[in-house]
């Protein structure tokens, strides 16, 4: 069973962005927020989250030790550490890409039957690379996640999409430029020079969406 097709509108809808600052170890660090509800209740979005075998039906495959002060490498993208793990509440980990550290914290809270998951990725980023990208460079890779996670979700035992498979490429795209367009205004919301703002989006836009040679 394949996992059905989606309405972009229906998912960048969903999702709830906002842009803050923070403090660590005396670094300033820019912190993107991003908030979804689900339709499952705590334990099972913890466990898409969490588990070894689920991770790979909605985000890439995973290998690493799974218990607080293990680390965690997701194929061709970031690894870290788990710094925090509080079934089914709180997950806190490091994310490292490169040779840059950054962290996330996931929050999961009850709701009327749903799940509300609240995502905080905070991270240094030198001035030049936020004129250049804005938040769009990270902030379209995380509701690209919560997407797919909303997908399993619905069809746990279903395959995952194939993202750039002629039946799934039009819609990503379009999710991929609403999600670039939100992000410019919670840009522009955090001060950000509207013009600057919008031109990073264009930029995010065109990366994201070339297609490979």
Known sequence: MSTPPFIPA????AVNRAL????RGGEELRVLVVERSYDADPDEVWDALTTKERIPRWLMPVTGDFEVGGRYQLEGNAGG???ACDRPKLLSITWD??????????TLTAAGGRTLLRLEHSAPVPPEQWKEFGPSAVGIGWEQMLLGLALHLSAPEAEKM??????????????TQGS?????????????DPDQARAAGERCVAAYT???E
């Open 10 to 13: 229906d998912h960048l809808g």
């Open 20 to 23: 803050t600052t923070t403090t």
């Open 81 to 83: 550490e788990i710094l």
């Open 97 to 106: 890409y490169g040779d840059m550290k950054s962290w996330v914290d996931a």
């Open 162 to 175: 194939d993202p750039m498979s002629p039946e799934a490429l039009p819609a990503m795209i379009e999710h």
């Open 180 to 192: 670039a367009a939100a992000w410019v205004e919670a840009d522009i919301a955090f001060g950000t």
């Open 210 to 212: 070339a297609m490979p």
